[in-house]
């Protein structure tokens, strides 16, 4: 039994430091979102902030790791002595919903952050083509004019 109070207090500490980063990855976002409004992307701060929360990600991963494997060894005691857990069992109910909440915030900026992302590669890949068409178009009115004038004197030529 004396385990069992053990192993909820590490889950709760566990879903705390979950928050936490989920807050940092939620700061991270939300920085991305201002260097996207900008308007001209930098890229190198734009890449720090990916790196900043991957490794978050990481640490997120390595805890829920922690968690489930901890939360199997309580589970079945937690289920039958519902009453002698109540405020851990109250706690943990209340983190889990936090966590819930700033995750949602991370995914709704997430899917903005993706949609001006993929605009603004949109924007840049028309440019893109844009300047290929004006390249082009001018390789060939050079190409045209080099040509025309040696035709015209030959042209002339005849003509005397």
Do not use: C, P, W
């Not at 968690?67 to 109540?86: A, C, N, P």
Request: hydrophobic content about 35%; glycine content about 2%.
């Amino acid at each position: 039994m004396k385990n069992e109070i053990i192993y909820t207090h590490i889950l709760i500490e566990s879903l705390k430091k979950k928050k936490e980063a989920l807050e940092e990855i939620l700061k991270f976002t939300k920085q991305q979102e201002t260097v996207l409004a900008e308007e001209i992307l930098d890229e190198e701060t734009f890449d720090v902030l990916i790196e900043k929360k991957q490794q978050y990600i990481t640490v997120i991963n390595k805890l829920d790791e922690g968690f489930d494997m901890t939360f199997e060894r309580v589970k079945v005691e937690l289920g039958e002595h519902k009453e002698m857990f109540k405020n851990e069992i109250l706690s943990l109910q209340e983190l889990i919903r936090q966590v819930t909440e700033v995750s949602t915030q991370i995914q709704v900026l997430e899917n903005r952050n993706k949609l001006s992302f993929e605009n603004r590669m949109k924007i840049k890949r028309e440019n893109i083509k844009m300047a290929r068409k004006s390249s082009q178009s001018v390789s060939k009115y050079y190409q045209n004019a080099a040509n025309a004038h040696t035709g015209e004197s030959i042209f002339l030529d005849k003509k005397k």
